[in-house]
């Protein structure tokens, strides 16, 4: 009798263990979940990655996250390279327990950016560069008893209404325009990627975007130093005025739109 007493008594202490673990998970699941992104976003970046909070609402299938802030590599001056306020992640809420979580969608709107050229590279470069390569690690082998990673698949991603600004060595600061990124089908939805992985793709696609963008308006900015610096020789050769020159260039555009 004592030793029913005795085990029912441990069996009691057993699940107020088991209960209380279960109400501390469920309490601190927005701060394991922001652990999580800042540390894979930092170990995928190489630069910090810091999160002001996330609100999970797994009954609703919403998450939110607040103050996504990516840092610049060394080197760099400005004070930042992505600053997200608000990503907003829709959740299918039948898929949790299966063997992939289905996101139906994840949005980011009004996103800043600073691009930064240093050199021959930019902060973006150097970014994509570290993604690129630590998204080709393989990642090291489950042990023996350890729990499957969650496996996510995404079924639309929205990077929109990005502000952006480009600042150059050569041609000082100037706004940029940084098109709007949307993929679709991202990990299959009965198997889905790896956190780190999607993780991987969605950063991918973004800092690909704005690095052709960088590249376009740096080429942009060449052009139109080169050729304001052979005008200027030109004015200089001829003896002309601004005005002079002015005309001139008139005289030629129309020359050249008649039929």
């Not at 997200?84 to 992640?89: H, M, Q």
């Not at 980011?108 to 930064?116: C, F, K, S, V, Y």
């Not at 023996?144 to 996510?152: F, K, S, W």
């Amino acid at each position: 009798m004592k030793a029913l007493k005795t085990t029912f008594i441990g069996i009691a202490l057993l699940l107020v263990i088991v209960i209380a673990a279960v109400a501390w998970l469920l309490k601190n699941l927005d701060s394991l979940v922001q652990d999580t992104i800042e540390d894979t976003g930092s170990r995928l970046t190489g630069t910090a990655v810091t999160l002001d909070s996330v609100a999970l609402d797994l009954a609703a299938g919403s998450a939110t996250l607040k103050g996504l802030v990516i840092d610049n590599p060394p080197g760099y001056a400005t004070e930042y390279a992505f600053a997200l306020d608000t990503i907003r992640v829709d959740i299918d809420p039948k898929s949790i327990t299966g063997s992939a979580v289905r996101l139906d969608e994840v949005s980011i709107t009004g996103a800043r950016l600073n691009a930064e050229q240093k050199g021959t590279a930019t902060n973006l470069s150097t970014i994509l560069t570290h993604v690129r390569a630590a998204s080709g690690e393989e990642a090291p082998p489950a042990e023996a008893g350890e729990p499957t990673e969650v496996r996510l698949a995404l079924a639309r991603f929205a990077f929109t209404d990005t502000k952006a600004t480009l600042v150059t060595e050569q041609y000082g600061d100037a706004a940029l325009r940084i098109p709007d990124v949307t993929r679709t089908g991202i990990g299959d939805p009965a198997n889905g990627l790896a956190p780190a992985e999607l993780a991987s793709r969605l950063l991918e696609a973004v800092l690909a975007e704005a690095q052709a963008a960088v590249g376009s308006a740096l080429a942009d900015k060449a052009r139109d130093a080169a050729r304001d610096a052979a005008k200027d020789k030109l004015k200089d050769k001829l003896n002309l005025s601004d005005e002079d020159m002015d005309s001139a260039e008139g005289a030629l555009k129309s020359l050249f739109q008649k039929d």
